[in-house]
């Protein structure tokens, strides 16, 4: 049986770009209350609290970084998919849930933290990929190869390229249209994302490690060991240092 080693989870921002590896910004412990274990934890874009997901489970929390207060988001949520707008009002994740026949289906959901209410933003699907674009207005996930935009509001959703994953390859969606990507190659491709700007494209190839591209694939970086990383400007990438002997989890 695996052992928590530590009930604090460490966020670490990086600057890239112009190294070919990543160095650490800064790097702060979050205190979580006793009897946390925590995995995934996914900064806000203004650096004030964190959403992380507890360790084997679905529930989500919003902890406070400068004062360690928590709340519950929901108890149904993918830790590893969670997404924050950016101006830090709505957090978006996968929820999983099983028909009769025991089939996994996915849905993508959101929570406004203000209301604390949560939305079914896509219906759950046996095609739902995994990776999406938001903005302040709204979402876009692709769901067998097709973009779907949902709003938070009555305002429609901004469009945005979308990366995203598909059986283990890259996708890229934009204008609607998806392509695989997989910049280097056939791969097992894990936790993409696109910069604020549009440009770059933030990937993990398991085994080989975090990498950085250009829209269409090309001048691709590497920059370490940097896990679960998601930008939070157009130069910082924001990620976890974990590490998982097959009894120990820390990070």
Same mark, same amino acid.
């Given at each position: 049986?695996?052992?928590?080693?530590?009930?604090?989870?460490?966020?670490?921002?990086a600057v890239?770009?112009?190294?070919?590896?990543?160095?650490?910004?800064s790097?702060q412990?979050?205190?979580?209350?006793?009897?946390i274990?925590s995995?995934?934890?996914?900064?806000s874009p203004?650096g004030s609290?964190? @959403? %992380?997901?507890?360790?084997? /489970?679905?529930?989500?929390? *919003?902890?406070?970084?400068? !004062?360690? &207060?928590?709340?519950?988001l929901?108890?149904?949520?993918?830790?590893?998919?969670?997404?924050?707008?950016?101006?830090?009002?709505?957090v978006?994740f996968?929820?999983?849930t099983?028909?009769?026949?025991?089939?996994?289906?996915n849905?993508?959901?959101?929570?406004?933290?203000a209301?604390?209410?949560?939305?079914?933003l896509?219906a759950?699907?046996?095609h739902?990929?995994?990776?999406?674009?938001?903005s302040?207005t709204? @979402? %876009?996930?692709?769901e067998? /190869?097709?973009?779907r935009? *949902?709003?938070?509001?009555? !305002?429609? &959703?901004?469009?945005?390229p979308?990366?995203?994953?598909n059986?283990?390859?890259?996708e890229?969606?934009i204008?609607g249209?998806?392509?695989t990507?997989?910049?280097?190659?056939r791969g097992?491709?894990?936790?993409?994302a696109?910069?604020?700007?549009?440009?770059?494209?933030v990937y993990?190839?398991?085994g080989?490690?975090?990498?950085?591209?250009?829209?269409?694939?090309?001048?691709?970086?590497?920059?370490?060991?940097?896990?679960?990383?998601?930008?939070?400007?157009?130069?910082?990438?924001?990620?976890m240092e974990?590490?998982?002997?097959?009894?120990?989890?820390?990070?």
């Open positions: 049986m695996k052992k928590l080693f530590s009930v604090t989870v460490a966020l670490a921002m890239l770009v112009k190294a070919q590896l990543v160095e650490p910004l790097t412990r979050v205190q979580l209350p006793e009897g274990a995995e995934h934890a996914t900064i203004d609290f964190a @959403v %992380i997901g507890e360790m084997g /489970g679905g529930t989500l929390t *919003r902890v406070d970084i400068a !004062t360690g &207060a928590t709340k519950t929901t108890n149904n949520g993918l830790s590893s998919t969670v997404v924050i707008s950016p101006d830090g009002a709505n978006v996968n929820a999983v099983f028909t009769d026949e025991h089939l996994r289906m849905s993508l959901h959101s929570v406004n933290f209301t604390g209410s949560e939305v079914e896509v759950p699907s046996r739902l990929n995994a990776g999406v674009a938001i302040r709204g @979402v %876009i996930a692709v067998n /190869g097709r973009a935009a *949902r709003s938070f509001a009555s !305002t429609a &959703a901004q469009s945005l979308v990366a995203s994953i059986y283990g390859h890259l890229i969606t204008n249209e998806t392509t990507l997989d910049p280097q190659g097992s491709y894990i936790w993409p696109v910069s604020p700007d549009g440009t770059k494209v993990c190839l398991c080989e490690g975090t990498f950085v591209c250009n829209i269409d694939g090309s001048n691709v970086r590497p920059i370490g060991y940097l896990n679960a990383a998601k930008w939070l400007t157009n130069d910082l990438l924001v990620g974990d590490y998982d002997d097959g009894v120990n989890f820390t990070q």
